[in-house]
C-alpha cells in the first residue's frame, strides 16, 4: 500500500472512530486535575493518558485514544492467555497490545465497543483480546481471527 493510501485510510478510520475517541478524551480529562497526564503517541496513533488515577491497573482503548494507569506504555505485561494459565507466552509491552485495539477500532468504528462486548469482553475468549496479544507478540495479526468451520 502506497504512502498516500496508507495515509488516507488511517484517516478515514479516525473519522469513523471519532465517536469512541471522544469519550476517551473526555474519560482522560476528568483524570488531569488528578495527575493523569496526556501526549500524543504517533507510535500509537493515539492521545495517550497515563498515570490515571483510578482502576484496577493496565489501559483501555477507546478509538484513538488510551488511558493508561501506568507511567509508559513500554511497560511489560503478561498475555491474556498465559493469566488464564493457558500458554507460556513471553511478556509482551502494553502498548503493542493497545496499538492493535487502535487498529480494530478503525476498522469497526462505532461498531467496535458493542462488537467487543458480545465476543466476551474483557477476557481470553474475546477473539480481539487473542489477536491484540498476537500483534504484540510478531508484530502481525491485529485482526482477531475466527475459526473456520467447514463441511464435511
Do not use: K
Amino acid at each position: 500500500m502506497g504512502r498516500g493510501l496508507l495515509a488516507a485510510t488511517r484517516v478515514l478510520g479516525m473519522a469513523w472512530t471519532l465517536p469512541n475517541t471522544v469519550i476517551g478524551l473526555v474519560l482522560g480529562a476528568v483524570g488531569m486535575p488528578f495527575g493523569a497526564r496526556p501526549h500524543i503517541s504517533r507510535r500509537e496513533l493515539s492521545v495517550v493518558f497515563n498515570d490515571w488515577p483510578w482502576g484496577p491497573g493496565g489501559a483501555i482503548t477507546l478509538g484513538n485514544s488510551i488511558v493508561h494507569t501506568g507511567g509508559t506504555l513500554d511497560s511489560r505485561c503478561t498475555t491474556y492467555a498465559h493469566r488464564a494459565g493457558r500458554c507460556q507466552d513471553p511478556e509482551i509491552l502494553l502498548g503493542d497490545h493497545e496499538r492493535a485495539h487502535v487498529y480494530q477500532y478503525m476498522v469497526l468504528g462505532p461498531l467496535f465497543l458493542p462488537v467487543y462486548l458480545l465476543c466476551g469482553g474483557i477476557s481470553v475468549r474475546n477473539a480481539f483480546e487473542r489477536a491484540a496479544d498476537r500483534y504484540a507478540l510478531t508484530g502481525h495479526g491485529w485482526w482477531p481471527s475466527w475459526p473456520v468451520r467447514t463441511s464435511a
